[in-house]
């Protein structure tokens, strides 16, 4: 079964603090990945998303994701953190002989110290 | 346009009784689905509708539990006989189809609290 893993449950930066949120899943065969946020009182949005080509992708706001296929990884970056990307951080894997159910990670919560 | 709309926005009920929960996608979109976000906890998939038939329901957690759509249009997700594990956020998502590159665009959620 796939399973996604999200490592870091609480994170807290102050403001211009480099960020780097761990994913890693488990599945062996050709998966899409995202990341979706949850701003205070919002809906979940998507973030980014990878399907194939350059494994470095770049999303909304800043932030960028890497795939490493051989780490099953798909860590979340930004070099300078913001008060306002305080939210949740949910990473999530669709198989792709699966339909277009996602599997979730358990969520990372991102406070940052104005 | 309108964003996917979730009803009631919240719910509480006692234990045993029945719920329904509503989801309207966005227009145009074929593929619906349901999830679950229990507290501290990343969301679990549920069931999801491509048109009005429904692929893959393997998240169901029981019996209890069943989902209906009309046409490429609202579903309905029924919980009877709530138990106090039921408590939940429920979102429900949709995507123009249920292809590998389709983006899911999610509602604000049904938070259910069982008594």
């Known amino acids: 079964a796939q399973s996604v893993s999200q490592h870091n449950h609480h994170v807290i930066l102050s403001e211009a603090a480099s960020l780097e949120l761990g994913c890693n899943y488990s599945y062996g065969g050709t998966v899409n990945l995202f990341w979706y946020v949850q701003y205070p009182g919002q809906h979940l949005q998507l973030l980014l998303k990878y399907f194939s080509g350059d494994p470095l992708v770049k999303g909304i706001k800043g932030f960028e994701a890497e795939f490493i296929k051989s780490k099953f990884s798909f860590n979340l970056r930004k070099p300078s953190v913001q008060w306002s990307d305080t939210a949740e951080y949910f990473c999530?894997?669709?198989?792709?002989?699966?339909?277009?159910?996602?599997?979730f990670g358990q969520g990372t919560e991102l406070s940052v110290k104005p | 346009g309108a964003g996917v709309s979730q009803s009631p926005s919240n719910k509480v009920t006692e234990k045993g009784k029945d719920v329904e929960l509503r989801c309207d996608p966005i227009?145009?979109?074929?593929?619906l689905y349901w999830y679950r976000q229990r507290l501290g906890q990343g969301l679990e998939f549920l069931i999801y509708f491509q048109g009005n038939s429904a692929p893959d329901k393997s998240g169901l957690p029981s019996d209890r539990f069943s989902a209906e759509r009309t046409g490429e249009s609202v579903s309905t997700l029924t919980i009877q006989r709530t138990q106090q594990e039921d408590s939940a956020v429920y979102l429900c998502?949709?995507?123009?189809?249920?292809?590998?590159?389709?983006?899911?665009?999610f509602g604000p959620g049904t938070r259910l609290t069982v008594l």
């Open positions: 998502a949709s995507s123009f189809k249920t292809g590998v590159t389709d983006t899911q665009y």
């Open positions: 227009s145009g979109h074929t593929a």
């Open positions: 999530a894997v669709n198989a792709r002989d699966q339909g277009g159910k996602l599997i």
